[in-house]
């Protein structure tokens, strides 16, 4: 049993969002498996990519955003969860004003796996 507390870890910062690792897969018991929090100022847009290997699943905490995933829009409101397969093309946007919190939960995550198409 592990409680991972708000306060706990820490914030790595990229240019369009911070995301910190709240379980990686030694926490989880399962090779390529991580939960991360991931939050977005208003106006922040993440680079289209794709993974080869790794499926993202995504759940808003807080506040609003878009996924668009092979061109197709999903507002990210409070509540919903999105699945992205490997191979899908996809971005994250803060289209609101106010902060923009989510989860992601990568399944055979592993180094090298992000490429621009």
Known sequence: MKAVRPEEG????NPQYAKKVLLDSKELGTEGCVLQVVRFA?????????????KEIFYSLKGTGVVKING???ELAEGT???CSP???HSIENNSDSEF????FKLN???NDF???
Do not use: D
């Open 72 to 74: 197709e829009e999903i």
């Open 109 to 111: 995550a592993m180094q």
């Open 87 to 89: 191979n899908e093309v």
């Open 42 to 54: 208003p106006g922040s847009v993440s680079k289209a990519h794709f993974h080869k290997h790794t």
């Open 81 to 83: 969860t999105v699945l």
């Open 115 to 117: 490429f621009e198409p």
């Open 101 to 104: 919190l989510f989860l992601v």
């Open 10 to 13: 820490t914030w790595e910062e």
